[in-house]
């Protein structure tokens, strides 16, 4: 094995390959933190943009693009390479292609596939994050990170829903009779993930209906469930380090 210097190569020694293992399992460690602060910070870039971005075909390619990076990011913040999935590594070359092809020709089949590549992004963010935080096998800041991470990506996943059915749908979306933006059906999808229920927009339909159901039903019972069994079982170790 050789290291290269400028123009010539010189065997490497034996502390040199210590030193590259060494840089190795260190940038190993550092990837493989668990630590989804920063994934939830990337999380609030991708909401705020979804929700103050104008509903442009620009806006709609750079949304997935943003959701791709942050993919590729939590799968480096729980220890995985992306081209371990096939799936995901998938997923992350559609959304990218998908996002030129909707720059360069905005169509209503282009806009409703990366409404759907939208979603599996997101999807597959909340199982990569979701199977990240148990793999820990304990409970710490970090798993309550991941669960707010989660519980945000929930939100994601039905807009991106709501928006296929906008696109695809033969009426509008809204008893108002309107589709909506993508800023107003994010608007609607936390509202109805909080269960808040403001009434300024509702639903046409049963399928409409029914997911909005769904979303309330998974909002609360997510909060009750995992976040406080999360935030409960932090407390007592919180106060033995103390």
Request: charged share 10%.
């Amino acid at each position: 094995m050789f290291i290269r210097f400028g123009w010539g190569a010189a065997p490497a020694t034996g502390e040199d390959l210590s030193r590259m293992a060494d840089t190795r399992r260190g940038l190993e460690r550092f990837h493989a933190t668990h630590s989804y602060w920063v994934v939830l910070l990337a999380l609030g870039v991708v909401f705020f943009f979804a929700a103050l971005a104008p509903d442009a075909a620009w806006s709609t390619a750079v949304l997935v693009l943003l959701e791709t990076a942050t993919l590729v990011l939590a799968l480096r913040t729980a220890g995985w390479k992306v081209t371990r999935s096939r799936t995901v590594f998938g997923l992350v070359a559609l959304g990218s292609t998908a996002a030129i092809a909707d720059i360069l020709w905005n169509t209503n089949p282009v806009n409703a596939l990366l409404a759907v590549l939208g979603g599996l992004l997101a999807l597959a963010l909340t199982l990569v994050i979701a199977l990240g935080a148990v793999e820990q096998g304990e409970v710490n800041s970090k798993s309550v990170a991941g669960a707010i991470c989660v519980y945000v990506l929930l939100g994601l996943i039905f807009m991106h829903v709501f928006g296929v059915m906008a696109v695809l749908g033969h009426g509008p979306f809204f008893a108002q009779g309107t589709d909506g933006t993508r800023p107003l059906r994010l608007y609607f999808s936390y509202t109805t993930l909080a269960t808040l229920g403001y009434g300024d927009y509702t639903p046409k339909g049963n399928l409409g209906h029914a997911l909005a159901v769904l979303e309330a039903l998974l909002g609360q019972l997510y909060l009750v469930t995992v976040v406080a069994v999360v935030v409960t079982r932090l407390a007592p170790r919180r106060r033995a380090g103390s």
